[in-house]
């Protein structure tokens, strides 16, 4: 069993900027790639941005590519998600995901853990 903590989330002005990060206390998630996700009232879950074991091969929708960065320190146990320029659109709950290959992918039933979620709201 994985449990990730998220955190970060807040409220911020269009183009501002906003970090979240996923904890996975006292495990080393190091051989889990793991996703963002992003959720709003009465919309399916969406992917946000995936990144594998090592860093090496990063995954973003669309919709926040060249606005948001995904990393990782393995070091701490942590995966960030770095946001910036951001939009009204972007409000949501964020989730990260994990799952036990090398890969990332951008369908939420190839993971096999989730954190809580933490809210992002954009005001205009």
């Known amino acids: 069993q994985v449990h990730l903590v998220e955190s970060g989330g807040g409220l911020v002005q269009a183009g501002g900027s906003l970090r979240l990060s996923c904890a996975a206390p006292?495990?080393?998630?190091?051989?889990?790639?793991m996703g963002w996700f992003r959720q709003t009232p009465g919309k399916e879950r969406e992917f946000v941005a995936a990144?594998?074991?090592?860093?090496?091969?990063?995954y973003y929708a669309n919709s926040v590519k060249g606005r948001f960065t995904i990393s990782r320190d393995n070091a701490k146990n942590t995966v960030y998600l770095q946001m910036n320029s951001l939009k009204p659109e972007d409000t949501a709950v964020y989730y990260c995901?994990?799952?036990?290959?090398?890969?990332?992918?951008?369908?939420?039933?190839?993971?096999?853990?989730w954190g809580q979620g933490t809210q992002v709201t954009v005001s205009s």
């Open positions: 990144i594998s074991w090592s860093g090496g091969n990063i």
């Open positions: 006292g495990r080393t998630f190091s051989r889990y790639a």
């Open positions: 995901a994990a799952r036990s290959t090398y890969f990332g992918s951008s369908d939420q039933t190839d993971y096999d853990y």
